[in-house]
């Protein structure tokens, strides 16, 4: 095998056989985009953390969470509610690998 110092690599070859690790990871990036979505959206409307998190009804730190992806919860279900308090529209795309089929809902 030729080496690398590519470590996205070394980490993939490292976990190829892992799949709950593989899991993990890719829950964490879900929630990372979330996240960034959610800051994004913020940002956007003039929010800050306390103001999103008091029309909500939440404590700031779950805002905060969210943002950073560290959210326990369930975050689509927040970004739902964001995205209600913003004033936009949620898309969601299932789309299929193995032909050109796709579902979409706005919610």
Avoid: H, P, W
Avoid at 28 to 39: C, D, E, M, R
Avoid at 69 to 92: F, P, S, T
Wanted: charged content about 25%.
């Amino acid at each position: 095998m030729k080496k690398t110092t590519n470590a996205i690599k070394i980490i993939n070859n490292l976990i190829k056989d892992e799949k709950e690790t593989q899991q993990r990871i890719a829950e964490s990036y879900l929630n990372t985009q979330i996240g960034q979505l959610i800051y994004d959206a913020r940002q956007q409307s003039e929010f800050t953390q306390k103001q999103l998190a008091n029309i909500l009804g939440v404590e700031e730190s779950v805002i905060d969470d969210l943002e950073i992806g560290d959210y326990e919860g369930d975050g689509l279900i927040m970004l739902q509610k964001i995205a209600r308090v913003i004033n936009c529209n949620l898309q969601i795309e299932l789309s299929s690998n193995n032909s050109n089929s796709s579902l979409k809902i706005t919610v």
